[in-house]
């Protein structure tokens, strides 16, 4: 969708495939991880007419820092505007639905970006798997070094997606992820509809082996031990 913003044309995404992950850890840095405190302090509080309202105040501050992001204009600019409602059309024509669009997604596995067939491998760790030990503990030591560092969930993304999303008839080799590497900015240009995939499948098959771990002489696993597939049910950023 093309619009103008401050006599300047710009085109604002309206699908995933429309936003690569490197904008995603962009976002999230400079306004998802406040929309995700954000979202949780309102889901602690109790119900009632404030929680309410701390909702919809929640929703302008999510529009207008997505907004903001997408244009290149700052949220003070767009609270100050005097098309406040214009800016709420437009986002929600093209915006707004785009975090929600992450939840929703039917799952795929085999994808053809630049010219060429990607698959995601998962982290199998039984006899004849596809994918080699070494990568899942590669990933489990990316995920633990990020969460010390205090980073967000899409920023794991980017070397999971180096890891897991392999060319077909590609193997994973531990170069991948070296700081730098072609491979890891290859991965930022990686369109998040297919991120996004990543990310689910993931979440789904590492659930898949606590629940088979655990089913061998083991209770169920505790909804709490599972892995959530979103930061907020809120879906902040």
């Known amino acids: 969708m093309k619009v103008f913003v401050n006599n300047t044309e710009v085109t604002l995404p309206t699908s995933l495939s429309e936003i690569t992950l490197g904008q995603r850890i962009a976002y999230h840095q400079q306004y998802g991880a406040d929309l995700d405190k954000m979202a949780a302090s309102i889901l602690n509080m109790p119900d009632g007419l404030e929680k309410e309202l701390e909702i919809v105040e929640f929703h302008f501050e999510k529009m207008f820092r997505t907004f903001a992001f997408f244009t290149g204009t700052t949220v003070d600019s767009l609270k100050e505007s005097k098309f406040i409602d214009d800016i709420a059309t437009i986002y929600h ?26 698959t995601i491998h998962p982290p199998e760790l039984m006899n004849g798997s596809q994918m080699k030990f070494g990568a899942f503990i590669d990933s489990k030591q990316v995920v633990k070094d990020m969460a010390e560092l205090g980073r967000g969930k899409w920023e794991y993304m980017l070397p999971l997606c180096a890891i897991f999303l392999q060319k077909k008839g590609e193997e994973y080799t531990e170069d991948m992820l070296y700081e730098g590497s072609d491979r890891l900015k290859l991965m930022e240009d990686l369109p998040m509809d297919i991120a996004a995939q990543v990310g689910f499948f993931l979440t789904d098959t590492l659930n898949f082996y606590i629940s088979t771990l655990r089913s061998s002489g083991s209770p169920e696993p505790k909804e709490e031990d599972r892995i959530p597939k979103s930061t907020t049910t809120v879906t902040a950023g």
């Not at 024509?93 to 990607?118: C, H, I, N, R």
């Open 93 to 118: 024509a093209s915006l707004a639905t785009l975090v929600e669009d992450e939840e929703s997604m039917e799952p795929q596995y085999e994808f053809t970006w630049k010219g060429e067939v990607w």
